[in-house]
């Protein structure tokens, strides 16, 4: 292979990094905020809850001062719809206003673009008990909270996501999206009307803030068949169309896939439609796309006659339908000490893949490695793993700036320790060391790792330094 010449980063790429809200903020029950499905869900009894998290809500001056010392251009974070409004759909709750009033001027201050998701896993409990999005009218009660927010914030905010992962919410059956769908066709149908709100929100964003940019934030991964069997390479071609292109062919042109859509038919799962849904869907596009990336999959046929008990399934492992596809390990990649597989090259792919068929900016709003940090006896936390991983997708990012996508920003997860959804706080993720465990509060200080010095220089050199 002849060597290639990298392009540089752009001169104005966006380095950042992402969080949550329910995952930092704590404060659950403070300043005016409702309960929402993550305050209400069981949390199994391994893990600890949300209530307290990374206590953000009353530390985030020092993080932001921690975010600018690292440099960031950007940081990509969520607003919690029932610090908002409460209940969902009734009276805006002034305190709420006035958090993300400080934390949107504290980083503008340090000269940090916001980058604004407005949704996250957290539904408010109340609208949950109406039916949550099984019920069309959080379609209302959405529309009317995002033109809360760029009637609040949207002199400052200037980018803006959609829906965190809403295809890792479909995928695990509506477990963390409320309403609790049991069937396929359920939850396709809670997809619809996710489908829905989203391009009405792309709609009035544009409608109220015409120099502001929108996207959808999905997670994305490139889907590999386990051989080159036809079998394998179609239920590669089905579980991307059903992962992937539904979400961003409806965020990009406003129509479902047509593979995923088949295969909603064949599984008897299609949605219901009513009247101007499909001009709903068509009037609200996307400006950019902004998507999640920690793995590849990688997946071979799967025949009905062997059919099996279902199996845990997460963002990246233990999916499969009968007849279509189910997800395998590669078998040539490393993997995280929490069982995901480590594949750099695949973001390349998957970046390619996303701007050839898409042709919009990209930004990496997600990319990261789980791990137990230890905290030494003089204060440090050596995370190399965590070095070596970011690393080698950096380079990656390169590359595909090189091949010409249209990258604008990296912002991995996470800026800062925060509670994992499915491990506690025992899987961090952070550049900064929130001292507390599952069930020890400690005194939650703040820690520069080994990978905030790292990622500072990162950032300094625009990339060129990632020794």
């Not at 998507?291 to 997460?314: I, K, M, Q, R, W």
């Not at 480590?342 to 990319?367: C, F, H, K, Q, W």
Request: with cysteine.
């Amino acid at each position: 292979m002849k060597h290639q010449t990298l392009r540089p980063f752009p001169n104005d790429f966006l380095w950042g990094g992402s969080t949550s809200a329910y995952q930092i903020e704590g404060a659950w029950n403070e300043g005016g905020k409702g309960p929402s499905v993550q305050d209400t869900k069981t949390i199994p009894s391994d893990t600890s809850d949300f209530k307290v998290a990374a206590d953000h809500y009353h530390h985030y001056k020092e993080d932001v001062a921690m975010l600018a010392e690292m440099g960031f251009k950007t940081y990509r974070f969520s607003i919690a719809w029932t610090r908002i409004v409460p209940d969902g759909d009734g009276e805006v709750n002034e305190e709420g206003i006035q958090f993300y009033d400080n934390l949107i001027n504290e980083l503008l201050k340090h000269r940090i673009e916001p980058l604004v998701t407005v949704y996250h896993f957290d539904l408010p409990a109340a609208l949950e008990e109406k039916g949550g999005w099984s019920n069309r009218a959080t379609i209302e009660a959405f529309v009317r909270y995002c033109g809360i927010l760029f009637d609040r914030f949207g002199d400052r905010v200037k980018f803006w996501q959609t829906i965190n992962e809403q295809n890792m919410m479909i995928l695990s059956a509506g477990a963390v999206i409320g309403g609790g769908a049991t069937t396929m066709k359920e939850t396709y149908q809670q997809n619809h009307h996710m489908l829905l709100a989203q391009a009405r929100v792309m709609k009035e964003c544009h409608d109220k803030l015409p120099d502001a940019k929108i996207g959808p934030a999905p997670n994305i991964s490139t889907i590999y068949p386990k051989t080159n069997d036809p079998l394998d390479i179609q239920a590669a071609q089905t579980f991307n169309a059903v992962r992937n292109w539904l979400y961003l062919d409806m965020a990009v042109y406003g129509r479902y896939n047509n593979v995923a859509w088949a295969f909603l038919e064949a599984n008897n799962a299609t949605p219901d439609m009513e009247p101007g849904d499909e001009e709903t869907l068509k009037s609200g596009l996307a400006d950019f796309i902004a998507f999640n990336y920690y793995s590849s999959g990688t997946v071979e046929y799967y025949p009905l006659e062997e059919e099996t008990d279902s199996v845990e399934a997460d963002q990246q492992k233990g999916q499969g339908v009968p007849g279509f596809f189910r997800q395998v390990e590669h078998g040539a990649l490393d993997k995280t000490e929490f069982g995901w597989e480590i594949d750099p090259e695949g973001l390349r792919i998957t970046a390619n893949d996303i701007y050839s068929r898409y042709a919009l900016p990209l930004v990496i709003t997600e990319n990261g490695l789980g791990g137990r940090d230890t905290l030494t006896e003089d204060g440090k936390i050596h995370d190399t793993y965590r070095i070596n991983y970011l690393r080698d997708h950096i380079k990656q990012v390169q590359l595909a700036i090189t091949d010409g996508v249209e990258l604008f920003g990296y912002c991995p997860w996470s800026a800062i320790d925060l509670i994992s959804t499915h491990e506690g706080f025992r899987k961090r993720y952070g550049f900064v060391y929130v001292n507390r465990s599952d069930f020890d509060l400690k005194d939650l200080s703040r820690l520069r790792k080994d990978s905030f010095y790292w990622y500072k220089d990162v950032i300094a050199s625009n990339g060129e330094n990632l020794a």
